[in-house]
């Protein structure tokens, strides 16, 4: 059973750093792109930052683009995202998503989310 | 980036059926064939239901199907049910390693 546990959202201040954490399991991680899109409260669904398999390939939503660096550890099935500069804009449910390919395609699975709020 | 656009909402009597689009550019939804569409139970998890323009995954039901004309793409629930109703976002993959959304459409079955 695939699963996708997020972590390390919390409460932080604005132009302060965190960084998420998404534990995978029940699938070949190596295999699969990875993704993270985010969910402001009350709004839609944003696509933020992509991961090849192999970390050759990334992407970032230009307005993270500079703030926010995408990762991943095969070894232990591990995705990271590395969030720096944080400002209230930032504040949102962020969901860890395996695509389908080993490549950016398609997203097959979401994670329940980790929140993350900016706020003095 | 832009965001793909969906109507804010659409609504439908239980067995009938209803459409939800999905319009972009030559860019994205035009250029790939990489629409995919989400349903999202508020507080759980987004489940796909389309993907590459067309497909269903294994365990959606059939009364889900998708197409695409140009740049725009659409999702079709027949014989709705109450349990579909939601929030409905299209997704494509827009090149250089990008991804746009649409900003959802909330379905409510009457």
């Known amino acids: 059973e695939v699963q996708l546990v997020e972590s390390g959202g919390g409460l932080v201040q604005p132009g302060r750093s965190l960084r998420l954490s998404c534990a995978a399991s029940g699938f070949k991680f190596d295999d699969s792109a990875m993704h993270w899109v985010r969910q402001a409260p009350g709004k839609g669904l944003e696509w933020v930052s992509s991961?090849?398999?192999?970390?050759?390939?990334?992407g970032y939503a230009d307005s993270v683009k500079g703030r926010f660096t995408i990762s991943r550890d095969n070894a232990q099935n591990l995705l990271f995202l590395h969030m720096n500069g944080l400002t209230t804009e930032d504040t949102a449910l962020y969901f860890c998503?395996?695509?389908?390919?080993?490549?950016?395609?398609?997203?097959?699975?979401w994670g329940l989310g980790t929140l993350v709020t900016v706020s003095s | 980036q832009s965001v793909l656009t969906q109507p804010a909402s659409v609504s439908g009597s239980p067995r009938q059926s209803i459409t939800i689009s999905c319009t972009g550019t030559s860019s994205d939804v035009g250029y790939f064939k990489l629409v995919s569409w989400f349903q999202h139970h508020p507080g759980k998890a987004p489940k796909l239901v389309i993907y590459e323009d067309i497909k269903r995954p294994s365990g959606i039901s059939d009364r889900f199907s998708g197409s695409k004309s140009g740049n725009t793409a659409s999702l079709t629930i027949s014989g709705l049910q109450a349990e579909d109703e939601a929030d409905y976002y299209c997704?494509?993959?827009?090149?250089?390693?990008?991804?746009?959304f649409g900003g959802g459409t909330r379905l409510t079955v009457l």
């Open positions: 991961i090849s398999w192999n970390s050759f390939n990334t």
């Open positions: 997704c494509s993959y827009a090149g250089a390693n990008t991804f746009l």
């Open positions: 998503v395996k695509d389908a390919t080993a490549g950016l395609n398609w997203f097959d699975f």
